[in-house]
């Protein structure tokens, strides 16, 4: 999908940045009909003391989401380095595998939510 970069050229074509444009789109609006119609205590409730709220989920999605749209804004324009794609690969895969699996671990600091701060909903 992505298209060869050198110096200022893109990383995907148009028809290729539409496609996740809207697939980004599509996945905010399905998470935000989830979460509207629930108010604070049911958006705030935890499990139990080990687990995250609803809100604390979104907060850490959105954290995520934000580094990654930093990641991609200031390496879009760097050299390849095709020596590091096996290792990317190899990172791929277990980000993939942590993704699907129920057994949630623990996040790096940088990704926990701000347990205590007001949290949005809809924003």
């Given at each position: 999908m992505l298209v060869a970069q050198k110096e200022n050229t893109r990383m995907w074509s148009e028809k290729d940045r539409q496609f996740l444009l809207e697939r980004l789109k599509s996945i905010q609006s399905g998470l935000t009909k989830k979460i509207d119609d629930l108010n604070e205590v049911q958006f705030a409730f935890k499990p139990d003391s080990n687990k995250w709220s609803i809100a604390e989920i979104v907060e850490h999605l959105d954290v995520y989401e934000e580094l990654l749209y930093y990641d991609l804004l200031n390496n879009q324009y760097t050299d390849e380095k095709p020596d590091l794609v096996d290792s990317v690969r190899?990172?791929?895969?277990?980000?993939?595998?942590?993704?699907a699996d129920p057994n949630k671990g623990i996040t790096t600091f940088i990704m926990l939510p701000n347990f205590g701060l007001p949290i949005l909903k809809g924003i």
């Open positions: 190899e990172l791929y895969s277990i980000m993939l595998a942590d993704a």
